[in-house]
């Protein structure tokens, strides 16, 4: 049977936290935050079936267990550091690790990275997904990008840019059923479901005393509910962003002159305040607000 070793980010965490006797300084240390961290040390404890720290308040102090665990621990990451690496680099690129929605990430973001890579080519990007409405906790990323309500307590959030919905349809789609020629006419159409972009809204923008549609194709997703739409399943609501090539290929089409002004959810760029410590993460940040705030 394969032997089970511990995660070395964890040793990690464990052995920064147990010196500085400080969850939050042995963050810092490590470029995470607070709560990736406190992660790590739980994840490290269900390994070796012990408290490694004993908390009391916001102070932190080592278990029993845990001071003759750490310095095996120390051993073992010195024994690591202390081997020569022959090849390594001098210096460690600075990084900014990112967690994005997928639409976000498509449609928007990778269009316009490369204007970023060259203006700083000494940063490395690392670029993760999340489900809006559904990933609230910031994990490992540095800076994370929501779409939502903008209300995220304890974090730094700022817009960055909201959109008007309108809705569209493909022209397949158009010609199976009865001309919409109003918005009352979609009470013969399919609408397409979302969290993410409720329909709600858009009725009383036009004066329809409609409530929220309870049934048929629902999804999470900007980009798959864009792809439904293209794909014949109904009628949807999306964003300029989004839709403006499709409509442009004549993909799909834009019914009525009728949106939302202020739509419930937009873009959020969300942080905890320690990460502007960072001169790399500040430098994409500015960018990112000023590449998406006039977008």
Not at 138 to 145: I, N, P, Q, R, Y
Not at 212 to 233: A, I
Request: glycine residues 4%; negative net charge.
């Amino acid at each position: 049977m394969a032997t089970r070793i511990p995660p070395v980010h964890a040793l990690s965490a464990f052995e920064a936290a147990a010196r500085h006797g400080s969850f939050a300084l042995a963050a810092e240390e490590l470029c995470i935050t607070p709560s990736a961290l406190s992660h790590r040390i739980r994840l490290l404890e269900e390994f070796v079936g012990e408290r490694l720290f004993l908390r009391d308040g916001r102070n932190v102090g080592l278990s029993e267990f845990g001071r003759r665990y750490l310095d095996v621990v120390r051993q073992a990451l010195r024994t690591l550091t202390d081997f020569p690496m022959p090849r390594r680099a001098a210096s460690v690129q600075p990084r900014v690790k990112l967690t994005l929605p997928p639409t976000f990430a498509r449609y928007l973001l990778v269009p316009r990275l490369a204007s970023f890579a060259e203006q700083h080519p000494d940063i490395a990007l690392e670029i993760y997904l999340s489900v809006p409405l559904y990933d609230l906790s910031l994990a490992e990323s540095d800076l994370e990008v929501r779409f939502g309500p903008g209300k995220y307590p304890n974090l730094q959030c700022e817009k960055l840019f909201s959109e008007p919905t309108f809705v569209v349809a493909s022209p397949e789609y158009l010609k199976k059923i009865e001309p919409l020629n109003t918005p009352e006419d979609l009470q013969k159409a399919t609408l397409l479901r979302s969290a993410l972009e409720p329909w709600q809204p858009w009725f009383e923008a036009v004066g329809l005393d409609w409530s929220e549609p309870s049934t048929g194709l629902r999804v999470d997703d900007l980009g798959l509910l864009l792809e439904m739409v293209k794909h014949g399943h109904g009628v949807g609501l999306t964003r300029e962003h989004f839709a403006r090539d499709m409509i442009a290929s004549g993909e799909i089409v834009r019914l009525f002159d009728m949106k939302t002004a202020t739509p419930p959810h937009a873009y959020y760029v969300v942080y905890e305040k320690q990460v502007t410590e960072r001169p790399e993460v500040v430098t994409f940040l500015l960018w990112l607000q000023e590449t998406f705030l006039h977008a």
